[in-house]
């Protein structure tokens, strides 16, 4: 399995096979001393952003994992009771509010190059993996250690394989990772697919362009920000997260109305994200345009508040700016249908207010690219 797909693929088969709420396999690169690859199979983004970010450090099931033996299994609640789990603010504060209470984990390979360490987890209600599914994944084991070996760049710190980029790539706002010198590293699918609505950002030769006086106003703060991370002390004021850029069309299009794209931009430091991007400073930049901005999911309105396919397409033209005669019009129904929609929409939300409905919605989780 060469591909990211492949191995995605696998991760799901497995998760279904063996009845776990989620799979994880980490890599660890010996030489850099960092977390290298970070992918699985139902793993919440944001949980696995907290880990990476800061939970990996006060992990208590990681060291024991590390010191044990190549194919032996740790299953978690023979080693930490009860009363260390009631106490212990990894699992209280990470893992008991995304419902992964139990881990079986093993490592996979434990080469001069990487270490590489499965992982299964199960809620609270399901219990502990169950026997039967851990013979499974011992016959499965000689397999996959065999995969992994002959694979093992991708899990190896490389600008292939990088935990960083895994994470962009899951993101639906479009987000593209350079160097200071505008120098492409990666871009996401959201970002490929903007390329291709907008002539005001492009790819040409490996770099980003935009038009010339954004383009080089962007390079310019870009270098002056990389100078003041080089350069930068302890009692120096925080500089802001991020950057903005305002990049708008001199030639309207159609409906006489410039084309508006905003570029958000921030320089990420490698000691301040584990080196997940890399070995040097890089630039990650966030672009809104009113083609890229995602949508409101429908299905998760469906599962969350039980809305019907008519309201949660009142909701979602809400969420867009349509006024309620706008909606109605957009539908093809009448006013009075709509006001009766919204009547429900805020019954089943617990809102009141269109100002609150609409808060609601735009918080929404919306950041992840469906699997």
């Known amino acids: 399995m060469e591909s990211r797909i492949e191995w995605r693929g696998f991760y799901e088969e497995l998760t279904t096979t063996i009845g776990a709420k989620s799979i994880h396999m980490l890599g660890i690169d010996k030489r850099h001393g960092t977390l290298s690859y970070s992918d699985g199979a139902n793993l919440p983004v944001q949980g696995e952003l907290a880990y990476m970010q800061r939970y990996r450090f006060i992990d208590p099931r990681l060291e024991i994992i590390l010191q044990r033996p190549v194919y032996e299994w740790l299953h978690c609640h023979e080693v930490l009771d009860e009363d260390f789990v009631a106490k212990n603010p990894f699992y209280q504060e990470f893992l008991i509010p995304y419902d992964r209470r139990y881990l079986t984990a093993c490592k996979v390979v434990d080469s001069s190059d990487a270490i590489l360490i499965l992982a299964v987890m199960r809620g609270a209600a399901e219990g502990p993996l169950p026997p039967e599914s851990v013979a499974f994944l011992d016959r499965l084991m000689p397999h996959l250690a065999r995969a992994c070996r002959l694979g093992v760049k991708n899990f190896i710190y490389s600008t292939q394989a990088l935990v960083g980029h895994t994470l962009v790539s899951k993101l639906r706002q479009p987000v593209v990772l350079m160097s200071s010198a505008g120098e492409v590293v990666h871009i996401n699918e959201s970002a ?54 305002p990049v708008i069309d001199s030639c309207p299009g159609e409906g006489g109305r410039d084309e508006r794209l905003y570029t958000f931009f921030s320089m990420l430091a490698p000691q301040d994200v584990m080196g997940s991007f890399g070995l040097r400073p890089i630039v990650m930049l966030f672009f809104y345009h009113p083609m890229s901005a995602p949508g409101i999911d429908s299905d998760l309105l469906y599962a969350a508040f039980g809305l019907t396919p008519a309201e949660c397409r009142v909701a979602t033209l809400l969420a867009e700016g349509l006024a309620l005669k706008e909606i109605a019009d957009a539908l093809g129904t009448r006013h009075d249908t709509v006001r009766k929609q919204l009547r429900a929409i805020y019954q089943k939300t617990s809102t009141n207010r269109q100002p609150d409905l609409i808060r609601l919605l735009l918080h929404l989780p919306h950041n992840v690219v469906d699997s």
Do not use: N, W, Y
């Not at 040409?204 to 962007?218: F, Y």
């Open 192 to 245: 490929q697919r903007l390329l291709r609505q907008t002539r005001l950002v492009r790819i040409e030769a490996g770099k980003l362009c935009l038009p010339a006086p954004q383009q080089d106003e962007l390079l310019g703060k870009c270098m002056a920000l990389e100078q003041a991370l080089k350069s930068a002390d302890d009692t120096a004021p925080a500089a802001p997260r991020f950057h903005t850029l």
